[in-house]
């Protein structure tokens, strides 16, 4: 098929538009990359930097949290009844005049998970 009959049969007759890369584009394609890796940068360092942020922030809450009972402690272990309590409970102090008696030859009462329980309170 020569050119003349496929113009007259219609196929192909009309050209087709190339599509080739003007100077323009290709500079605006390269400037446009260039902006993107430049902005890739910064972008990466707040989103990390906003993640540590985060994580601070709820460190902060748990010390705030134990300072809260800290000084409850504190305020515990500055009264005296606590500390007599204490003393009599953990280290079998006895006032003058008193007797103290223990216990032996009976086993200590077991949790429900087979540990001994404390006969004392947590804080000895």
Do not use: N, W
């Not at 430049?38 to 460190?59: A, F, T």
């Not at 009972?69 to 005296?80: F, I």
């Not at 005049?97 to 004392?120: C, L, Q």
């Amino acid at each position: 098929m020569t050119a003349a009959t496929a113009r007259a049969a219609g196929t192909g007759g009309a050209r087709r538009p190339r599509s080739r890369l003007t100077p323009g584009a290709v500079l605006l394609m390269v400037c446009v990359l260039v902006l993107l890796f430049v902005l890739s940068v910064p972008l990466r360092s707040y989103l990390s930097q906003r993640g540590q942020l985060d994580r601070l922030q709820l460190q902060a809450h748990v010390l705030e949290q134990q300072d809260g009972s800290l000084e409850k402690r504190v305020q515990q272990l500055h009264d005296p009844l606590y500390l007599q309590r204490l003393a009599r409970e953990c280290l079998g102090m006895v006032e003058p005049g008193e007797i103290r008696f223990s216990v032996t030859g009976k086993a200590a009462p077991k949790d429900t998970r087979g540990a001994p329980a404390a006969t004392g309170p947590a804080d000895c």
